[in-house]
């Protein structure tokens, strides 16, 4: 099968984000502000400290590339678009 | 490719190309192991073959191609013979390595008397198969995890159905993603959804609360339920493992739910539920196995809810979503590494995504915090330069 391209994404790209702990680098996108989508690369996850620490069993999240996306949208340097 | 070029006018088409005849390389599971222990060759239909299942002396279930190599019989309709399937046509005698062993009636077996076999694994009471279209053996670190209540005395046993559907097994995977779905579908109302996709693993984490407006309330007395946490893993293309928590105001309830599949051929596939309830002092021994039961049925209407529109829809290469959708085209390109060859295997594939959706902060707090943002940078701005913002 063809992998096809998310269309949503010509609207509005992926934009690239670092994170203000360990320095990865990940893509991220905002559809509003309560949804977020991060694209990592293996480079991202070699960084990452909180991934580097974590245990077995799936990884949820690092708190704080989280917290660097939350201020990172806050400070309009990744668009959130307005909701109606 | 079928697919249908769209014209000059505004008309979406959908676009689909033909299904895979290859079958996904992964662990499939088979069912509940006890199944296939009654001494019993067993015939499964899937990967687009016929298959014979038998537990040999030593106790190991085998899979073999059904078809004997000496003139095409049957072997699942053949006999257990020690460690060996006897094929009921002349009695040859096939190993769970799928070598032919002896032939009653001659003295040597012929070179190259050598079938297709599966690598299986009987583990927490499930039978799965290795499938691998390169015919290579599972790597270590793709496996399916241990399920520590299915063996444990405190946990309820599988409460276990098979269905079979009549689509391409495409369609249940998609429902990782298709958080509009629990809603629309299914009656729940999910206010956290997270997918996490990476290597062979794709997870849907999901908090939520029932509809109110499709349960009655709780009658006086009855325990009422909260809201329900829920950590699902597809481990490879088909074993989804689901840590399900019920929340009620006056306890717990744990389980975990299997949604598993093998495909039969390219348009029909066995879906398998499976579900373990644990077992505690406000929910002891028949109390948790009356709530597996309660569960496993209440599941199979969330199946029988998707089958309806799995029957009637189109496949769909492209989707068209709304910034409300989950990830549907990132969940298909991980997908797709289960149907290339493992060095065709490209790193978008399997690459970390994440997709989250969090509605516990409501809009205005987060505007009102971009705005008091604002206004401080603004009278930082001004008393450094002196001028009024
Ligand atoms: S066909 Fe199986 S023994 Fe002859
Ligand atoms: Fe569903």
């Given at each position: 099968m063809t992998i096809r391209p998310d269309d949503r994404l010509l609207d509005a790209p992926m934009q690239p984000l670092t994170c203000r702990r360990c320095g990865a680098g990940v893509q991220v996108r905002k559809a509003s502000w309560h949804q977020t989508s991060v694209q990592w690369n293996a480079d991202a996850t070699g960084t990452c400290q909180e991934r580097r620490t974590a245990g077995a069993g799936v990884f949820a999240g690092c708190a704080a590339l989280r917290d660097s996306i939350v201020q990172a949208a806050l400070d309009g340097e990744i668009a959130v678009p307005e909701e109606s | 490719?079928?697919?249908?070029?769209?014209?000059?006018?505004?008309?979406?088409?959908?676009?689909?190309?033909?299904?895979?005849?290859?079958?996904?390389?992964?662990?499939?599971?088979?069912?509940?192991?006890?199944?296939?222990?009654?001494?019993?060759?067993?015939?499964?239909?899937?990967?687009?073959?016929?298959?014979?299942?038998?537990?040999?002396?030593?106790?190991?279930?085998?899979?073999?191609?059904?078809?004997?190599?000496?003139?095409?019989?049957?072997?699942?309709?053949?006999?257990?013979?020690?460690?060996e399937i006897a094929c009921p046509f002349h009695d040859w005698r096939w190993g769970g390595d799928g070598r032919c062993k002896k032939i009653p009636y001659?003295?040597?077996?012929?070179?190259?008397?050598?079938?297709?076999?599966?690598?299986?694994?009987?583990?927490?009471?499930?039978?799965?198969?290795?499938?691998?279209?390169?015919?290579?053996?599972?790597?270590?670190?793709?496996?399916?995890?241990?399920?520590e209540g299915a063996t444990r005395d405190d946990w309820t046993d599988w409460v276990w159905t098979e269905t079979v559907v009549h689509t391409n097994c495409r369609e249940v995977v998609d429902n990782v993603v298709d958080m509009a779905h629990f809603f629309y579908v299914h009656?729940?109302?999910?206010?956290?959804?997270?997918?996490?996709?990476?290597?062979?693993?794709?997870?849907?984490?999901?908090?939520?609360?029932?509809?109110q407006d499709t349960r009655p309330p709780?009658?006086?007395?009855?325990?009422?339920?909260?809201?329900?946490?829920?950590?699902?893993?597809?481990?490879?293309?088909?074993?989804?493992?689901?840590?399900?928590?019920?929340?009620?105001?006056?306890?717990?309830i744990n389980?975990?739910?299997?949604?598993?599949?093998?495909?039969?051929?390219?348009?029909?596939?066995?879906?398998?539920?499976?579900?373990?309830?644990?077992?505690?002092?406000?929910?002891p021994g028949p109390a948790a196995d009356e709530m597996a039961r309660k569960m496993s049925s209440f599941i199979l209407k969330g199946f029988d809810q998707d089958v309806q529109i799995w029957k009637n829809k189109a496949r769909i290469d492209n989707p068209l979503l709304?910034?409300?959708?989950?990830?549907?085209?990132?969940?298909?390109?991980?997908?797709?590494?289960?149907?290339?060859?493992?060095?065709?295997?490209?790193?978008?594939?399997?690459?970390?995504?994440?997709?989250?959706?969090?509605?516990?902060?409501?809009?205005?707090?987060?505007?009102?915090?971009?705005?008091?943002?604002?206004?401080?940078?603004?009278?930082e701005l001004s008393a450094s330069t002196g001028r009024p913002a």
């Open positions: - | 490719m079928t697919a249908v070029e769209a014209g000059n006018d505004d008309i979406r088409r959908i676009e689909a190309e033909a299904v895979p005849t290859r079958f996904a390389r992964g662990w499939h599971c088979l069912g509940l192991s006890e199944k296939f222990k009654d001494g019993k060759p067993h015939t499964v239909k899937a990967f687009g073959q016929k298959l014979v299942v038998f537990q040999s002396g030593d106790g190991k279930l085998n899979v073999l191609d059904a078809y004997c190599r000496h003139m095409g019989g049957d072997l699942s309709q053949g006999e257990i013979k020690g460690d001659s003295r040597r077996v012929p070179l190259r008397a050598r079938t297709a076999s599966w690598v299986t694994m009987d583990q927490d009471g499930l039978l799965f198969v290795w499938n691998d279209p390169e015919g290579n053996p599972p790597p270590p670190e793709v496996t399916i995890p241990r399920m009656y729940s109302f999910p206010t956290y959804f997270k997918n996490i996709f990476e290597g062979h693993v794709a997870t849907q984490i999901m908090k939520g609360t029932g509809r709780a009658k006086d007395g009855e325990p009422k339920l909260l809201g329900n946490d829920s950590v699902a893993s597809y481990h490879g293309p088909s074993f989804m493992i689901d840590e399900l928590t019920y929340h009620y105001d006056t306890m717990d389980s975990v739910l299997i949604n598993a599949h093998y495909p039969i051929d390219a348009n029909s596939f066995v879906l398998h539920s499976g579900i373990i309830v644990q077992r505690t002092d406000t929910l709304c910034e409300e959708d989950g990830p549907v085209y990132q969940l298909r390109r991980w997908y797709e590494q289960f149907y290339v060859d493992v060095a065709d295997v490209r790193p978008e594939m399997v690459e970390r995504f994440e997709f989250e959706l969090d509605t516990t902060r409501p809009v205005e707090a987060w505007k009102r915090e971009v705005e008091e943002n604002l206004a401080r940078k603004a009278a």
